[in-house]
């Protein structure tokens, strides 16, 4: 069978008649492609065209049975339900997961009470700060420890208004290497979890290396809690992970 030329449609000149089809538009028609009688050359690639009034050119597309139809109707609904779980997952799914991990590690802190602790500071200021109040309960409330620190340096006013404790306040209290084997023995084998696990580890580490104290491996025995009510909240982010 003898192929034609002709040019892209719209270009003016030699287009194709209405009756030569692409494979696309054989398929919209229910027809299946058998020979092609036309070509357009374009840069990339060769479009062939096919004769739909042409039963040596094109041929109808073969009926599916009705155990077919069945199969292919089941297919389809399966990838419907796939696509609606990822829809779900990335709208609503993510977050509800994310809280049942939640719920499911605060349990398991209330079922083994006696391995846990709950730690928290107060501090001369974020960077290269000092502590000036620290506090260790157990998972039943009660106080393992609860004291004021006498830091180096002096709380700085802007500090004072956030946490309320004045210079005066701790002018008679320990000194941190007095209470840190204090802290040392509280903790011991316990995973200490922390609001703000990474800020509070770092003045930990902070006030004993200018001290030369050993360190307490927080990093290896401690959870945050700020990320576990974000996970529960649907306020994570990455950046804080």
Known sequence: MDIAE??????GGNEPPPNLKTKKQLSEMGL?????????????YYLYLYDSDNPQSVKPKRQCSPKQLENLAKQREKQGKIRRYREWYESWG???IDRVDA??????????????????TETTGLNEAEIVEIAIIDLDGKTLLNTLVKPRILIPSEVIKIHGITNEMVADSPSFPEVYYTIVDVLKDKTVLIWNRQFDISILNYCRNIHKLPSFRLSDRSECLMEIHAQWYGEWSTYWH
């Open 103 to 120: 719920v499911k590690t605060a349990k398991n802190y209330l079922e083994n009470k006696s391995v846990y602790v709950i730690l928290d």
């Open 32 to 44: 299946s492609p058998i020979a092609p009688v036309g070509v357009i050359h374009t840069r990339k």
């Open 94 to 96: 993510k977050l509800e």
């Open 6 to 11: 002709y040019c892209w449609w719209g270009s």
